[in-house]
């Protein structure tokens, strides 16, 4: 072994530990990795930042335009709607509708994006079927998934193991080479879902998600709130009379959050008893002031110690001090996206920016709650925030961080704002693939275009285009490209390729065709598809081509595999959206996901040597 070698391999695997426990984000570790190979001279630096200008790269950017611009006008939400309408009450006609339409929608846009969108429309669903969401969910998500495999501008790892091909002198893939293959793992999928699969499926009513936002009560019992929220009441003899909340530093130095403060205020010859909703910062407490707080017994208890505050331990919350037409509760899921990712809700100033208080952050997998003060936030985490309507709305227009959970069914198709530009939004999307399915011209020239007729047409904004861009995914992708270049560069793709012949060669190429997809499927459960695709296509090329025939069946063996993720719910955001919506547990997926696998490993090996004579 070389010396590029052993680097090459230490690279790579200190990247997939990376990737796999999150110690840093993917778009930091996927930079790291070309500084790596430039700074060890296993790559030049032009060949480092290759993948920036890679035509991968640039068409992804592009499809994220176009996918925006389907969001954004509604035109997704529109179909959403109308299919889920006619969905009835029976399981099993929900559930094909809803691994349709989300199938067919995930075909042409991001399939994150997709159950980002439906997320909240399947547990309204659920709420009005009487249906558990965990029973819909997991459908929803894996019918994303097998969607991505139908076409070549679906996923990212479609469009890489094309370019892969031609980069390798072989016939690329065009945009219905997906089609039959990835039809026949949709329909087996589903037929596997809709029978043996939904009965694998827990029925198991969410512990953090309720099913709509018209019942906030329920969210105040669910999260056990009355357990860890009081009544302070003011004493004359307070230190705290003449302070304002801010001068207190009760929430920042005592770790008790003030929610409303009840108070007598005179009114003529009479007093009236007023509430002060989420009261401004400046508040100045007054003697008598009963203070509705929530924070740990132990900080409440030590915080009336020191100002001479009474705990009135007689008097619980209840749930209309903190719901009202005025105020209410809501919960609020981080999108992948979202900027608040990786900070704490001090360091964002929750409560300045949005005017809202958190009052409970949920984690999939993580039974225990949040310290709300010190735990940097995760995708996926499900915060409970209460406030103004008009607050808690106002969080739906922050597309890029939020998913508000439960809303109304006029928000579900009433809430984007160029609802008149779906129609050219529509004709955009069905010209770019005609084009793309006569071979007019290649994938980046035609979704280039189709970005810029969107923009033109005020679709989207350039700002919003900008917006629509998943800068992360594109990055890792530029970063993973130059680390594919480099195993092949110093021969590990070669060892890893000639492994697998002499392990599974003189089996036949249907046994090396499996073992490719079966490889594809154990990295796709650890790391992103698009990184998975990344490492395993020049495997998969090189193998084909030590076997002397064409790589067409292995490549597409490789981009099935890539979007496999069924068993990890962590390794996509996909499966980590509906996680905790869902209340699922980790062997959930495991349970249900293992069986389509095999399922997808049967469809593969019979039927890509068919449309791909090995």
Same mark, same amino acid.
């Given at each position: 072994?070389?010396?590029?070698?052993?680097?090459?391999?230490?690279?790579?695997?200190?990247?997939?530990?990376?990737?796999?426990?999150?110690?840093?984000?993917?778009?930091?570790?996927?930079?790291?990795?070309?500084?790596?190979?430039?700074?060890?001279?296993?790559?030049?630096?032009?060949?480092?930042?290759?993948?920036?200008?890679? #035509?991968?790269?640039?068409?992804?950017?592009?499809?994220?335009?176009?996918?925006?611009?389907?969001?954004?006008?509604?035109?997704? #939400?529109?179909?959403?709607? $109308?299919?889920?309408?006619?969905?009835?009450?029976?399981?099993?006609?929900?559930?094909?509708?809803?691994?349709?339409?989300?199938?067919?929608?995930?075909?042409?846009?991001?399939?994150?994006?997709?159950?980002?969108?439906?997320?909240?429309?399947?547990?309204?669903?659920?709420?009005?079927?009487?249906?558990?969401?965990?029973?819909?969910?997991?459908?929803? !998500?894996?019918?994303?998934?097998?969607?991505?495999?139908?076409?070549?501008?679906?996923?990212?790892?479609?469009?890489?193991?094309?370019?892969?091909?031609?980069?390798?002198?072989?016939? +690329?893939?065009?945009?219905?080479?997906?089609?039959?293959?990835?039809?026949?793992?949709?329909?087996?999928?589903?037929? $596997?879902?809709?029978?043996?699969?939904?009965?694998?499926?827990?029925?198991?009513?969410?512990?953090?998600?309720?099913?709509?936002?018209?019942?906030?009560?329920?969210?105040?019992?669910?999260?056990?709130?009355?357990?860890?929220? $009081?009544?302070?009441?003011?004493?004359?003899?307070?230190?705290?009379?003449?302070?304002?909340?801010?001068?207190?530093?009760?929430?920042?130095?005592?770790?008790?959050?003030?929610?409303?403060?009840?108070?007598?205020?005179?009114?003529?010859?009479?007093?009236?008893?007023?509430?002060?909703?989420? +009261?401004?910062?400046?508040?100045?407490?007054?003697?008598?002031?009963?203070?509705?707080?929530?924070?740990?017994?132990?900080?409440?208890?030590?915080?009336?110690?020191?100002?001479?505050?009474?705990?009135?331990?007689?008097?619980?919350?209840?749930?209309?001090?903190?719901?009202? @037409?005025?105020?209410?509760?809501?919960?609020?899921?981080?999108?992948?996206?979202?900027?608040?990712?990786?900070?704490?809700?001090?360091?964002?100033?929750?409560?300045?920016?949005?005017?809202?208080?958190?009052?409970?952050?949920?984690? +999939?997998?993580?039974?225990?709650?949040?310290?709300?003060?010190?735990?940097?936030?995760?995708?996926?985490?499900?915060?409970?925030?209460?406030?103004?309507?008009?607050?808690?709305?106002?969080?739906?227009?922050?597309?890029?961080?939020?998913?508000?959970?439960?809303?109304?069914?006029?928000?579900?198709?009433?809430?984007?704002?160029? #609802?008149?530009?779906?129609?050219?939004?529509?004709?955009?999307?069905?010209? =770019?693939?005609?084009?793309?399915?006569? @071979?007019?011209?290649?994938?980046?020239? !035609?979704?280039?275009?189709?970005?810029?007729?969107?923009?033109?047409?005020?679709?989207?904004?350039?700002?919003?285009? $900008?917006?629509?861009?998943?800068?992360?995914?594109?990055?890792?992708?530029?970063? =993973?490209?130059?680390?594919?270049?480099?195993?092949?560069?110093?021969?590990?793709?070669?060892?890893?390729?000639?492994?697998?012949?002499?392990?599974?060669? @003189?089996?036949?190429?249907?046994?090396?065709?499996?073992?490719?997809?079966?490889?594809?499927?154990?990295?796709?459960?650890?790391?992103?598809?698009?990184?998975?695709?990344?490492?395993?296509?020049?495997?998969?090329?090189?193998?084909?081509?030590?076997?002397?025939?064409?790589?067409?069946?292995?490549?597409?063996?490789?981009?099935?595999?890539?979007? =496999?993720?069924?068993?990890?719910?962590? #390794?996509? +955001?996909?499966?980590?959206?509906?996680?905790?919506?869902?209340?699922?547990k980790f062997s959930d997926f495991g349970k249900v996901g293992a069986p389509l696998i095999l399922i997808t490993f049967l469809v593969v090996i019979f039927v890509l040597p068919v449309l791909w004579p090995l």
């Open positions: 072994m070389t010396t590029d070698m052993l680097l090459a391999i230490i690279i790579l695997l200190t990247a997939i530990v990376l990737f796999v426990t999150e110690k840093l984000r993917a778009d930091i570790v996927a930079l790291c990795i070309i500084i790596a190979l430039v700074l060890t001279g296993i790559l030049t630096i032009e060949e480092g930042i290759v993948g920036f200008s890679s #035509s991968s790269v640039l068409s992804i950017a592009f499809l994220f335009v176009v996918g925006g611009a389907v969001f954004h006008t509604g035109l997704a #939400s529109m179909l959403t709607h $109308y299919i889920v309408k006619i969905g009835g009450t029976s399981e099993i006609r929900l559930l094909s509708l809803v691994m349709i339409s989300v199938a067919i929608m995930s075909a042409f846009i991001s399939s994150t994006g997709v159950v980002a969108l439906m997320l909240p429309v399947i547990i309204n669903l659920s709420n009005r079927t009487k249906m558990p969401a965990s029973k819909l969910l997991m459908p929803m !998500a894996f019918g994303a998934l097998l969607g991505g495999t139908t076409t070549l501008i679906a996923t990212p790892p479609n469009i890489i193991v094309s370019e892969t091909l031609e980069s390798a002198g072989f016939e +690329p893939f065009t945009f219905f080479s997906f089609t039959i293959p990835g039809l026949l793992v949709l329909i087996a999928g589903s037929i $596997y879902i809709l029978t043996i699969g939904r009965k694998l499926i827990p029925n198991r009513k969410s512990a953090h998600v309720v099913q709509r936002m018209e019942t906030p009560g329920e969210l105040f019992e669910l999260y056990k709130l009355p357990l860890n929220m $009081y009544h302070l009441r003011v004493h004359a003899q307070s230190s705290l009379i003449g302070l304002s909340i801010s001068e207190s530093q009760l929430g920042s130095k005592f770790k008790v959050t003030i929610i409303n403060i009840n108070r007598a205020e005179a009114h003529g010859h009479s007093q009236r008893e007023i509430t002060l909703y989420q +009261p401004n910062p400046k508040t100045v407490i007054q003697p008598d002031d009963i203070l509705v707080v929530q924070g740990d017994l132990s900080d409440v208890t030590y915080t009336a110690g020191y100002w001479n505050l009474r705990i009135m331990a007689n008097h619980p919350v209840q749930d209309g001090e903190v719901i009202t @037409n005025e105020v209410g509760i809501a919960e609020v899921l981080l999108r992948p996206r979202s900027t608040l990712i990786g900070k704490t809700l001090p360091e964002i100033m929750f409560g300045t920016v949005y005017n809202l208080t958190v009052l409970s952050i949920r984690r +999939p997998g993580v039974h225990e709650t949040l310290n709300l003060k010190e735990e940097p936030l995760k995708f996926g985490d499900i915060l409970l925030v209460q406030g103004r309507w008009k607050h808690i709305f106002a969080l739906k227009q922050l597309r890029q961080d939020f998913i508000v959970m439960g809303e109304s069914e006029a928000a579900e198709v009433g809430a984007f704002t160029r #609802s008149s530009h779906a129609p050219i939004t529509l004709l955009v999307l069905i010209g =770019m693939v005609i084009v793309l399915a006569l @071979n007019l011209m290649s994938l980046t020239l !035609a979704s280039l275009i189709a970005a810029v007729i969107i923009v033109l047409t005020g679709c989207l904004s350039m700002e919003e285009a $900008y917006e629509a861009i998943d800068w992360k995914s594109l990055v890792v992708i530029a970063g =993973m490209i130059p680390l594919s270049t480099a195993l092949e560069k110093v021969g590990i793709v070669g060892i890893v390729a000639d492994f697998l012949m002499n392990t599974l060669g @003189n089996a036949g190429p249907i046994f090396m065709l499996g073992g490719v997809f079966l490889l594809t499927v154990i990295f796709t459960q650890l790391i992103s598809n698009t990184a998975t695709a990344l490492l395993i296509a020049p495997v998969a090329v090189t193998a084909a081509v030590g076997l002397n025939i064409a790589p067409q069946a292995f490549m597409m063996a490789v981009a099935i595999g890539a979007s =496999m993720a069924f068993i990890s719910p962590v #390794s996509t +955001p996909v499966t980590m959206m509906v996680m905790g919506a869902g209340n699922y």
